[in-house]
């Protein structure tokens, strides 16, 4: 069964540095997503994509944000200063045109820690 | 805004038995999609079920079936026969139509006993 592929698994990074979380969604989908889930509280959405373009962004989807299909099958997330509260775990997901309101394909996460 | 609350943060059963986990929903708007995911170890958050608003019929898939009530707003999530790959932690999640976003309860860790 295709799947979302999340790379890598685990990142550590210092505060105040950029880090970039891939994503390869499945590869006939069109809409992108990234959502985060700190430790212990609700997985909340940051932000969608489609046509190369944001389509809906959260309150949490700061300037700090930037999302980007760099090649046609990877969808990155930047966080160009990170925080130690941006430490949590960060899904990925995507979905075809048609079938968007019935759920996505998510992929299996990149936890990131900011020390 | 909408909100989406579980309120059993844990729920056990013994395998084959039958378990049927909460989810109750605020919203002022009459088209939406109601979902449920499941996160095992693994991490990956998997689709089991949805709901659409607009269908009176309550989603069935496999063990896994819904009670949908839309004007109690509740949407709960009933597992037959359950077998111990069904430990996970499960998630009730709303969408509006002609949104993107998915709104997340706090999940249920669900325990499965041999």
């Known amino acids: 069964e295709p799947e979302v592929t999340q790379t890598p698994s685990h990142q550590v990074t210092q505060m105040g540095q950029e880090v970039i979380l891939r994503c390869v969604p499945i590869s006939n989908h069109l809409y992108f997503y990234w959502y985060r889930q700190i430790l212990g509280q609700k997985v909340e959405f940051l932000v969608s994509f489609y046509n190369n373009e944001i389509s809906e962004k959260s309150e949490i989807f700061d300037d700090q944000f930037s999302v980007e299909r760099p090649d046609g099958s990877n969808f990155t997330l930047k966080i160009r200063s990170t925080k130690l509260e941006d430490s949590a775990m960060y899904f990925c997901a995507s979905s075809e045109a048609w079938d968007r309101n019935y759920g996505y394909t998510f992929g299996s996460g990149t936890r990131l820690t900011v020390v | 805004a909408q909100t989406v609350t579980q309120s059993q943060p844990e729920m056990s059963v013994q395998e084959a038995e039958t378990v049927t986990l909460s989810c109750t929903y605020d919203?002022?708007?009459?088209?939406?999609?109601l979902f449920w995911y499941k996160q095992p170890p693994s991490r990956q958050m998997i689709l089991v079920i949805r709901?659409?608003?607009?269908?009176?019929q309550n989603a069935t898939e496999n063990r896994f079936s819904v009670n949908f009530q839309k004007a109690a707003k509740s949407f709960s999530l009933k597992i037959s026969d359950s077998q111990l790959g069904d430990a996970a932690m499960y998630f009730c999640?709303?969408?509006?139509?002609?949104?993107?976003?998915?709104?997340f309860g706090t999940g249920t860790r669900l325990q499965v006993f041999p």
């Open positions: 919203t002022s708007e009459s088209d939406y999609y």
């Open positions: 999640a709303y969408r509006s139509a002609g949104t993107d976003k998915l709104i």
């Open positions: 709901q659409e608003a607009y269908k009176q």
